[in-house]
């Protein structure tokens, strides 16, 4: 079943990073504190739902025990969020689903895991495949922007359209690791337990960010936001499934979950009608191959 859950999380959270895209207003410099309040209400919602129905109590011990995890998380996504503002320019996706591999080496040396043939090569296939779609996305960017004088200048090419994407690979990937601990490796917490102290946390962060955009007399109707709304849903969908699939098997999971941006490129092409070359296309089914690998690997 882990398989089948880091495949739907992959896909939740492709859903979400298309509705990121439509939700970010490169001139709302509060834009991304607004996902954050939309991500962390219905993250709340979620989990007092998720409580509730399957009878299950919070202790305030392991929501402290496990916001190491949820702070590497909150962190990562609100740069995110931030870097989405250079998505037209960037290759923030590819490059922060990076991190998932980053994740698997930390857990091979931290932890001597034994990878087969098989999942060496759907590995590889999955880190070139990130790696090509980041040079493609790349030149495709500065050739759109090269034929329109209308984009400023610090939104074509700029350090800030790398920073962002690299500062989430790295938070994303270190909390990725402590999950994998948490989860799997030490057991330290359980899957439910995680889910609800994760979102628990994100809901806490969002009451306090809704309060600072009242101060600074920001407008928020969370009942108006739907395309962040949707955004939200999709990422708690998404989280949902991805703590089961960490806890049975880290070390593969993270690889595939973190290819997500694959599921993001093909979504916003059918759905923003953006164009895909053919390159891409070859890219987004070497990548597709190398998930498939794995999946075939688990089953040896």
Excluded at 146 to 157: A, L, M, P, Q
Excluded at 181 to 194: G, N, P, R, T, V
Excluded at 227 to 235: D, K, L, N, Q
Aim: proline letters at 2%; hydrophobic letters at 55%; aromatic letters at 14%.
């Amino acid at each position: 079943m882990w398989f089948i859950f880091a495949i739907l999380t992959a896909l939740a959270w492709g859903l979400a990073d298309l509705f990121y895209k439509k939700g970010s207003n490169p001139q709302d410099q509060y834009s991304h504190l607004k996902i954050v309040v939309m991500v962390g209400l219905v993250m709340g919602i979620h989990g007092i739902s998720y409580m509730l129905i399957n009878d299950l109590s919070l202790e305030i011990s392991e929501l402290i025990k496990y916001l190491p995890v949820s702070a590497l998380y909150i962190i990562s996504m609100t740069i995110g969020y931030i870097g989405l503002r250079y998505i037209a320019l960037s290759v923030a996706s590819p490059i922060q689903n990076s991190s998932g591999v980053i994740t698997t080496i930390l857990l091979v040396v931290f932890f001597s895991y034994s990878l087969s043939g098989l999942e060496v090569v759907g590995i590889a296939a999955i880190t070139v495949g990130v790696i090509l779609l980041a040079v493609l996305e790349r030149k495709y960017d500065l050739e759109e922007l090269s034929k329109t004088e209308t984009v400023d200048r610090k939104y074509k090419i700029g350090f800030l359209a790398i920073l962002f994407p690299i500062l989430y690979a790295i938070f994303d990937g270190a909390g990725t690791f402590l999950d994998a601990i948490y989860l799997d490796e030490k057991a330290l917490i359980s899957e439910d337990h995680a889910l609800l102290a994760y979102e628990f946390t994100f809901f806490f962060v969002a009451i306090l960010v809704f309060i600072f955009l009242k101060m600074k007399k920001q407008s928020i109707n969370p009942f108006k936001e739907y395309t962040r709304g949707s955004a939200a849903i999709f990422e708690t969908a998404g989280q949902f499934t991805y703590v089961f699939a960490m806890a049975s098997n880290a070390v593969i999971s993270a690889p595939i979950i973190a290819c997500y941006s694959i599921f993001s490129v093909l979504l916003s092409r059918i759905f923003l009608k953006e164009r895909l070359t053919k390159a891409q296309y070859a890219v987004v089914v070497l990548v597709l191959l190398g998930i498939a690998i794995l999946g075939i690997a688990d089953e040896l």
